[in-house]
């Protein structure tokens, strides 16, 4: 089995807001929204399947489960193309990201679904 993570550094008021604010979820999701984290992961889970698009978090999935800990839920589209193969594709995929707070090290880390080679 494969997982892979990705992580986020962010500057130490960051994280502390992340930690202690209502409006945490919301926070998280606009800063991973606005890193190109979540595209890089997928690609890493489905490197050579076709040209990754559309990486988006879905609409309110991040959820909090303890107090450094959650998860979410990200949507993208796999654009398969070969004139060769007279291939012209492209499917809507979904995955569950578990992610973490590390407050010590000022990071977010994301990962992914377990995958079997």
């Known amino acids: ?10 500057a130490p008021e960051e994280i502390n807001d992340l930690l202690d604010n209502d409006s945490r ?14 595209y890089t992961l997928m690609l890493d889970y489905e490197y050579g399947k076709g040209n990754l ?8 999935s991040l959820v909090f489960k303890s107090k450094n800990t959650g998860e979410l839920k990200v949507n ?11 291939l012209d594709y492209t ?3 979904t995955m569950l990201l578990k992610f973490e707070l ?13 995958r079997y080679e």
């Open 76 to 86: 993208y589209d796999i654009n398969e193309f070969s004139v060769c193969a007279a």
């Open 91 to 93: 499917g809507a995929y």
């Open 25 to 38: 979820a919301q926070k998280l999701e606009s800063m991973l929204s606005n890193s190109k984290v979540l």
């Open 1 to 10: 089995m494969i997982t892979y993570t990705e992580k986020i550094t962010l």
């Open 53 to 60: 698009q559309n990486v988006t978090l879905s609409n309110d």
């Open 102 to 114: 590390d407050p010590e090290k000022g990071e977010v880390s994301l990962t992914g679904e377990e």
